[in-house]
């Protein structure tokens, strides 16, 4: 019998029935409410198993200069040969706790941090531009890395900064997200909302940032990343369809392509497989 799976975060009632009453009054006043909603990340309680991280890891704050705020850094083990750790959406620096430890084991340490508005960082909103300043800063301050490791938003934010110039050995990305367009659109029909505010919405995120909608999606940036590249993502992934980190797969140089089975988008990150896939995927 197979595990059960944990189920995708579901849209308060509340929000689905403010999102059809502004799309009946204005399709551009809906899009500005999804567009609040898009780049505002949920916090939770951080979770027992990250404890041991939360408690052992040393912290502190780093400025980003560009963005005008803070983010938590967390250095986890001592030695000197350093692995960047980056969570996903509403995440934080403790997420990829099981990785973490299981490097500091083959040692290795760990720099992670909380992105802008997660976790004990400033912020209320963020976006994946301000994960890649925060990647860039922390490889200034604390770099080289020796490689990197990406979850979900954090993949597509490590595949953008390897393209903008951050040099790590190899990288390992799990769960990726992929065009920026599909995952604008999925949001959009989540919410319950009509192609019209779908197309206000992608105006209004090319206007704020300044930029065509797939821009950044993953399957461009992997154009342009020439090192190795491990991606892992579950089949059974409600969050992220697997056929995004397949279409990642095949835009990249050098790849290898994991993909299990009843794990979802989350609990991925502490299975023992994928975790002794990584570590091989590194240390061969």
Not at 32 to 44: D, G, R
Not at 87 to 115: C, M, P
Request: proline residues 3%; charged residues 25%; without cysteine.
């Amino acid at each position: 019998m197979s595990k059960k799976k944990k189920a995708p975060l579901k849209v308060p009632k509340s929000i689905l029935a403010t999102a059809k009453v502004l799309e009946i009054t204005s399709n551009k006043l809906a899009a500005k409410f999804a567009m609040k909603l898009f780049i505002t990340p949920m916090k939770f309680k951080l979770p027992r198993k990250e404890m041991n991280m939360e408690l052992q890891s040393e912290q502190e704050y780093l400025d980003i200069e560009s963005l005008d705020k803070k983010i938590r850094v967390y250095h986890y083990g001592t030695s000197d040969k350093k692995v960047l750790l980056v969570h996903g959406w509403s995440g934080r620096g403790t997420q990829l706790w099981a990785i973490a430890e299981e490097l500091i084991k083959n040692g290795y340490s760990t720099v992670s941090f909380d992105a802008p508005a997660h976790g004990k960082s400033s912020g209320k909103t963020s976006n994946m531009l301000e994960f890649i300043a925060s990647i860039q800063e922390l490889n200034k301050k604390y770099g080289p890395f020796e490689y990197a490791i990406g979850h979900s938003l954090g993949a597509m934010s490590v595949l953008n900064s390897i393209k903008q110039g951050l040099t790590v050995k190899k990288a390992i990305i799990i769960g990726s997200g992929d065009k920026i367009e599909d995952i604008l659109s999925d949001f959009i029909s989540k919410l319950g909302m009509n192609i019209a505010t779908r197309k206000k919405m992608i105006a209004l995120f090319e206007n704020k940032f300044d930029a065509k909608i797939n821009d950044y999606s993953a399957y461009v940036a992997a154009k342009e990343v020439h090192i190795p590249v491990l991606v892992i993502h579950d089949k059974d992934d409600k969050d992220v369809p697997a056929t995004a980190s397949q279409h990642i797969h095949e835009h990249l140089e050098k790849s290898e392509l994991m993909i299990t089975e009843g794990l979802g988008h989350r609990k991925i990150l502490g299975n023992g497989e994928v975790i002794k896939r990584t570590i091989q995927f590194i240390t061969q």
